[in-house]
C-alpha cells in the first residue's frame, strides 16, 4: 500500500471502475513553501483519486523554482507525510528545478517567435498602473522597446480570449490583455515565473487532467495563452475547492495553516473525504489505512463538488480542532 520508493504499478489500489482507453495522466505539484498542511491535503487526495478513478497514473512534482520562497527541508517533509498517507506516485519524484533547460528553451521560442519581449520597469515604474483581481495590469510600457540593462521578459497578449471548460466551475474565460496585461516569464532576477514553468512541465510529463485548488483558477487561462503560443495541447482542468478558515481566509501557511500531524492517518484522510464531498461511513475512522483508500477509491465522486468554491469545517468538528482550520 505505501509505496516508500515511490515507484509501485499502477492499480495496486483497487478502482472497481473500467478504465478508460486514453492514459489519464495526472499530478499534484506542491511547492516547498512549508510543510504539507490541511489544504494541499485535499488537493492531493483528490487529484490522486481522479487519476486512480480513471485508471490513470498520478506523478508528484516538486515545484522548486522560487529558491527565496522555499523553506529548507520542506521538500523532504512533503514527500514523507504523502507516503505516511500512503500515497502512491508513478516514477520517481520529479523536482522543477531539474528541467530548467527546457523552460529556458520555450523563452526562447518565444522571443524567437516574438512572443516575448524585454522589460525593465520595477515595481516604482509600475505603481501608478491600474490594478485587477490579478495585480498590477501590466499597460504595455516596454512593448515599442526598453533602455534597461537588467529586464525581466514579458509575453505578449493581445484580444484574444482564452477559454476553458472546468470540471466543476463550468466556463472560465479571462481577456488577457485587459485583465492580466503581458505578464511575466523571465524574472528580473533570473527566476522562470511561475506560469511557464508549470506550462512546460505538465507538457514534458504529458499531464492529460489538472485538479488543483480553486486558488489556481485564475492563473488557468495564462498557462492555457502560453500553451498556444508554444503549440502544447491544454490538459483538461478540475478546480476543486479550497478549504476556508472561519474567517474565510484560505486555508495556507500564511494564515497559520498547520502541518498536519503524523498520528491517526487514516482518522484525517476520512475527514478530508469527507470535507471533499464524500460520506465515508462512520466506523471507516477506525479501520486501517488501506482499507480507507479502497474505500476511497471504490466510491469516489468528484461531481459532489459541482459549484463549490470554499470548503468551511464545521465548528467544533476534527476537522477544525485538529487540522489547525480554527
Ligand atoms: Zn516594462
Redesign the pocket.
Known amino acids: 500500500m505505501n509505496s516508500r520508493n515511490g515507484s509501485s504499478e499502477i492499480g495496486t489500489i483497487a478502482t472497481g471502475n473500467a478504465k478508460r482507453p486514453t492514459p489519464y495522466i495526472g499530478r499534484f505539484a506542491p511547492s516547498p513553501t512549508g510543510p504539507l498542511h490541511f489544504g494541499s491535503l485535499l488537493a492531493a487526495v483528490a487529484s490522486f483519486l481522479e487519476a486512480r478513478q480513471h485508471g490513470g497514473k498520478w506523478l508528484l512534482r516538486v515545484e522548486d523554482i522560487d529558491p527565496p520562497r522555499a523553506e529548507y527541508g520542506a521538500s523532504d517533509k512533503i514527500i514523507a507525510a504523502l507516503e505516511h498517507f500512503g500515497f502512491e506516485w508513478d516514477g520517481p519524484v520529479s523536482y522543477q528545478s531539474a528541467s530548467r533547460d527546457a523552460h529556458e528553451e520555450a523563452i526562447q521560442a518565444l522571443v524567437q517567435s516574438g512572443k516575448a519581449y524585454p ?3 520595477s515595481r516604482r ?1 509600475l505603481a501608478g498602473a491600474v490594478r485587477g483581481p490579478l495585480g498590477v495590469i ?1 499597460p504595455g ?2 512593448r515599442t522597446g ?1 533602455e534597461a540593462s537588467e529586464t525581466a521578459l ?1 509575453v505578449l497578449t493581445d484580444d484574444a480570449q482564452p477559454a476553458f471548460q472546468d470540471r466543476l466551475q463550468g466556463r472560465q474565460v479571462q481577456h488577457l490583455e485587459s485583465e492580466s496585461g503581458d505578464f511575466i516569464v523571465l524574472r528580473r532576477d533570473g527566476l522562470i515565473a511561475y506560469q511557464l514553468a508549470v506550462v512546460v512541465d505538465d507538457y514534458l510529463q504529458g499531464i492529460t487532467d489538472v485538479v488543483r485548488g480553486i486558488d489556481l483558477m485564475d492563473s488557468t487561462p495564462r498557462q492555457i495563452w502560453l500553451q498556444q503560443l508554444l503549440g502544447y495541447v491544454t490538459p483538461g482542468y478540475c478546480h476543486i475547492p479550497v478549504a476556508v478558515n472561519r474567517q474565510g481566509q484560505k486555508l495556507s501557511k500564511s494564515h497559520g495553516a498547520r502541518e498536519i500531524p503524523f498520528d491517526r492517518p487514516q482518522g484525517r484522510l476520512v475527514t478530508a473525504l469527507a470535507m471533499l464531498g464524500q460520506r465515508p461511513p462512520r466506523d471507516l475512522s477506525t479501520a486501517t489505512l488501506p482499507d480507507v483508500w479502497a474505500w476511497a477509491c471504490e466510491n469516489w465522486n468528484i461531481d459532489t463538488l459541482k459549484g463549490e468554491t470554499s470548503i468551511a469545517p464545521t465548528p467544533g468538528t476534527l476537522a477544525e480542532a485538529e487540522n489547525g482550520l480554527s
Open positions: 522589460c525593465g520597469c515604474d501590466y510600457t516596454c526598453c514579458r
